[in-house]
């Protein structure tokens, strides 16, 4: 058994594996516990209520609706971060661009920026009456009248979306760069005198030696976006009227708003199982394709 | 095999970042055993004679004016050094958290309604034998602080800081539409906010963000309309009777004459478009004073008391910040003396940017107009403390929710104080 850990190089990772599990498993398990109890600031023991916190949340519309928040907002950013920034790789992978380095930098600017910053530089060109964003499609004529990016509700979650774009995009760019520079020229070249035109080279080449690199980026874009709510609550606090409100916010308005860590701890145990379940299905779904 | 391991690993991976996510997530008291406590060890106690090292939690905008009071302090106490850190805006959960985990510094600088939830849970020592022991008179604090600061008949924090509402408008901008006084009641605020809506310049800036600003404004609106949050004993919502309604009814209306930001805007964004002439009249604090003048010494405006509605007695609420002695607090007599060095009228009048607990004016105000600085002075005697109830902090939370609503989706005024309504009550369970 030793021999076949120390074949496959788990023995490597073992010590930074359990150092992280035991760091995070008291809280963990102490969370799990404390949805089972009624625990606010002003009790002085928490009470053993069973599962009627976790009735109580999946009673509460605003809790409903922060679910529905949380897929639209993971999904929606996770989708247009890989889109932007695998195009945007490939674009700065080709040899006719020039000054890639000075590219890179300035690419990376969004990432480097501390998102409270990012956060109220966008609140500003996004505000409706004076923003620059208003400003420029009123200037083109795309839009007629001001529009109110984050206060309207049909359209609030992809303008936060959209920051997030702009926040992540770069990491998935780097990430998938870096995996594009290791693909075997030797490769490219027998595809090419084999015949192979762009897309076959793509698919036959270039895909199976990035792919890895795509579904690893991508599952950790999933995990940071579902506990990520910086930009929700720095720009909307979670409104207008709950709108933008994502399971992070709303543990986060329980927990230091209400001072119900009780709710607050159910409520986390409820993102905690969606995150498993998110991770392990996308883990299943592209296990074969890792494989190959 | 190598597949299985593999696999293997990747599920753990996976498995250990959601945990990362978990931990996030975790209860205060989840953090409350991962945490050491503060180090004790620079800290002398007073019965060995030696130097007291007491720390201190403060307001970052307090930060400028600090040495000017730390000075005076160290004159006066050479014993007992203060270690002052000032925290970022609405620090409430961060403050929350020392307080539970037992990691608080001696002494903090609270909103008058955090030191209302600290006391309930018991995180705030109770003052009441040290006013005894000095024969402290807490009378000449503002009663509404006292109250404010007092929970189940024990006081919590004395006061440094005290305000209210008041309606700042433009005068130019009034003048320009045919008022040369300000309206006295909300039904003139509508008509003046409707003849001074013109172009890019909005009659009336409302609150649309911030839970602590959107609900000072609402509950202002409210109280001088005759109607409150909760009934008189504090055991029940009043957010669905008739005046509550027309409140919200009277936020919705105002709405018309509101930037299209409002949804956005909260009190430091009216107040930058107050400076810059953009909106005629808004409800703020005195504390905007300095930064409109700064932002726009040139610009033409005055304050008045908050109007009234349905000939009710104007009733507005108390704004305040008191110093409270942690639980926690090892250093709880040099912590005291710390509370009464800060409250002292001589020293809060320095340290404060609104009034002092006892009602005088902020020192910086000396040069200020007084068409600016009696209506804010004079409009104290009817502010009221915020009910003492445990989870006042979630029904500011609720009010803000829930009239959103009413603002961003065109639900009706009715529909949204009921639901406000139920949602405090849950709230006082």
Redo the contacts between chains.
Sequence with gaps: MLR??K??G?GY?LPA?IT??VV?????L???V?GFFN????LEA?VFCGISQYKKLFEDK?FLGSITNTLVWTFGSVFFQFGLGFIMALILHQPFVKGKTLIRILLMIPWVTPSIIGSAVW?WM??????IINFIFSSLGIIEK?Q?W????KIAMWSVIAVNTWKMFPFILLMIEASLQSVSKDLKEAAVIDGANVFGIFKNVTWPSIAATCYSTT??MI?WT??AFTFIYAM????????TEVM?MY?Y?R?????D?GI??A???V??AL??FV??VY?YLT?EKE?N | MKKVVKRTLSMTMAATMALGLMVGCSSAKGEQKSESPAPQSDQKTEASGKPVTIKFWDGNWQEAVWPEVEAIWNKEHPDIKIEAEFQADLANDKYMLALKNGTAPDVLSCALDWVTTFGNAGLLAPLDEYVAKDSLDVNQFVKGANDASTVNGKLYGLPFRSETYVMFYNKDILSAAGYQTPPATWDEVKGVAAACTNGDVYGYGLCGTNYSNFSFQYITMLRSSGGDILNADNTASALGSDVAVQTAQLYKDLAAYAPASLLENDNIANRTLFASGKIAMYLSGIYDLAEIVKANPDLNFACTMVPTANGAERNTILGGWSVAVAESSKEKEAAWEFVKFLSRPDIAAIYTNTFTGTAEVAARYTDYPEEIIKPNADALQYANALPAVENIVGIRQAIMDNLQLMLSEDMSAEEASGLLDQATTKLLK
């Design positions: 076949k850990i074949r496959s788990a990772v594996v992280v599990a995070m498993i008291y809280p963990l102490y969370t799990l404390m625990n606010t600031l002003f928490p605003v609140k996004y505000n409706a009456d004076y923003g001001n109110t984050l206060s309207n509700p599952l950790l995990i579902l506990n909307t606090e979670g409104g207008p009227a709950h709108k992070a543990i308005k927990a230091f708003m209400d001072y860590f607050a701890s409520a986390s145990a993102l905690f995150s498993m991770s392990l883990l296990r494989g």
